[in-house]
């Protein structure tokens, strides 16, 4: 049940982080980008990183996940 949960959990943060590195790509791509563009890619990584679901393990995590 343990390992469900932790794969679940993986799955979105690699989607998460996915993501953001699709978000930066487009930035790059377009050119000279502004300074709230990288802010707001850098905070969308932080904040995947920092889930509160990565950091307790519990159950109730692992559903917030589906």
């Known amino acids: 049940m343990m390992l469900e949960l932790y794969k679940k959990m993986y799955a979105t943060l690699v989607g998460r982080v996915d993501q953001s590195i699709s978000d930066l790509l487009n930035i790059a791509i ?15 990584l932080r904040q995947a990183l920092a889930e509160d679901m990565y950091l307790d393990g519990t159950e109730d995590a692992g559903q917030a996940v589906d």
């Open 30 to 44: 377009q050119g000279p980008c502004g300074r709230d563009q990288v802010l707001k890619a850098a905070e969308e």
